[in-house]
């Protein structure tokens, strides 16, 4: 699909270059003389290079159109994790390294959003909030600020948190999966 320059937006996947770019940062700049353009930061999906680049809102660029399909989390090994389709019960798998911090927070059977460009898988998008546990957190202390208090918690899947006082190991939460915040106690 054609967009001009201006209508150029952050987390926008466009196609330029002969290769696949995610917007970071878009910029709209008027200078004292000549057209405004949009100074835009992108960094490359396949290669992890950035590029930045001005764009005049007469020119054109093809934003990339992605399949997005459910799958289910089923396990991880020393490199992949692997993810069913539960319509078609066709397996897919995809290296940790493409998934990052996120697939710590991947347990059995969750359902997962995965893009496809191409029929290669690009990204996976969690739920927007996950139920985990508290593994070991420090024991609040009386007396504290209402400013500072917030604890550090350790989940069971390794990450680390913030957490109120009230909360204690063994504990079951919800946090958000694209901030890795606490929301709240269950």
């Not at 992108?42 to 764009?55: A, I, Q, Y």
Request: glycine residues 6%; neutral net charge.
């Amino acid at each position: 699909m054609k967009i001009s320059g201006n209508e150029i937006r952050v987390g926008m996947l466009l196609e330029y270059k002969n290769d696949l770019w995610l917007v970071l940062k878009t910029q709209h700049v008027k200078p004292g003389k000549g057209g405004a353009f949009a100074q835009v930061e992108m960094k490359s999906v396949n290669k992890n290079t950035k590029l930045n680049e001005r764009f005049r809102s007469s020119d054109t660029l093809e934003k990339a159109s992605l399949d997005e399909v459910k799958y289910n989390f089923l396990y991880e090994d020393e490199t992949d994790y692997y993810f069913m389709n539960p319509k078609s019960f066709e397996q897919i798998n995809i290296k940790k390294d493409k998934i990052g911090e996120k697939g710590k927070m991947l347990t059995e059977n969750l359902e997962v959003n995965i893009n496809f460009y191409n029929e290669k898988p690009l990204s996976v998008d969690l739920p927007n909030q996950i139920k985990c546990k508290i593994e070991i957190t420090d024991v609040a202390l009386k007396g504290q600020t209402v400013s500072s208090s917030y604890k550090p918690a350790k989940l069971t899947n390794g990450i680390s948190i913030q957490v109120p006082p009230f909360i204690e190991s063994g504990d079951e939460i919800i946090i958000d999966t694209r901030t890795v915040e606490y929301i709240k106690k269950i």
